[in-house]
T-cell receptor
Framework: KQEVTQIPAALSVPEGENLVLNCSFTDSAIYNLQWFRQDPGKGLTSLLLIQSSQREQTSGRLNASLDKSSGRSTLYIAASQPGDSATYLCAVFTGANSKLTFGKGITLSVRP | GAGVSQSPSNKVTEKGKDVELRCDPISGHTALYWYRQSLGQGLEFLIYFQGNSAPDKSGLPSDRFSAERTGGSVSTLTIQRTQQEDSAVYLC?????????????FGPGTRLLVL
């Protein structure tokens, strides 16, 4: 059974800091991995999707990497801003049952 | 459509009542998913529809939960005889295809509170 872990559960950093959010998964037989952002009381917004054959994806100040063999992904946020404050969820798609398996998320607070 | 929409946005019900939650996926998306997000828990897969294929119901927590997708578009998640532990945010997502490359687009969710 696939399990996705995100540690720590919460993180607080000062504005401008570069930071890394970690995600680990137990079954390396994945098709892709997605990072989502969830604002309080809102749905999920997809940030980046990395195919199993890829090593990383970039969008603006965000960079996500994938090491499938070790079951790890990181989301790098450069020059963090208060607007980046949200919960960041990692999810893997294994194809089995065609569903995403989510971590519990990391709640990020960027202090002005 | 502009995105996945869900209704109602909030629902408060009494224990034992039935509720229906609606999801309108993005037009043209053939895959539709229901997830549940409980306080302090991650997102939990409930059910998956792909085109005209039989739905994957492997995530439904009990036989009180059921879902339909009419005409390959709108979906309704029904919870019968609601219990307090059913209180959660129910999220719907759709994607253009179900495998490998497609991003899942999520709706804003329905916040269900069972008193």
């Amino acid at each position: 059974k696939q399990e996705v872990t995100q540690i720590p559960a919460a993180l607080s950093v000062p504005e401008g800091e570069n930071l890394v959010l970690n995600c680990s998964f137990t079954d390396s037989a994945i098709y892709n991995l997605q990072w989502f952002r969830q604002d309080p009381g809102k749905g999920l917004t997809s940030l980046l999707l990395i195919q199993s054959s890829q090593r990383e994806q970039t969008s603006g100040r965000l960079n996500a990497s994938l090491d499938k063999s070790s079951g790890r992904s990181t989301l790098y946020i450069a020059a963090s801003q208060p607007g980046d404050s949200a919960t960041y969820l990692c999810a893997v798609f294994t194809g089995a049952n065609s569903k995403l398996t989510f971590g519990k998320g990391i709640t990020l607070s960027v202090r002005p | 459509g502009a995105g996945v929409s869900q209704s109602p946005s909030n629902k408060v019900t009494e224990k034992g009542k039935d509720v229906e939650l609606r999801c309108d996926p993005i037009s043209g998306h053939t895959a539709l998913y229901w997830y549940r997000q409980s306080l302090g828990q991650g997102l939990e897969f409930l059910i998956y529809f792909q085109g005209n294929s039989a739905p994957d119901k492997s995530g439904l927590p009990s036989d009180r939960f059921s879902a339909e997708r009419t005409g390959g578009s709108v979906s309704t998640l029904t919870i019968q005889r609601t219990q307090q532990e059913d209180s959660a945010v129910y999220l719907c997502a759709s994607s253009l295809r179900d495998l490998f490359v497609e991003t899942q687009y999520f709706g804003p969710g329905t916040r269900l509170l069972v008193l």
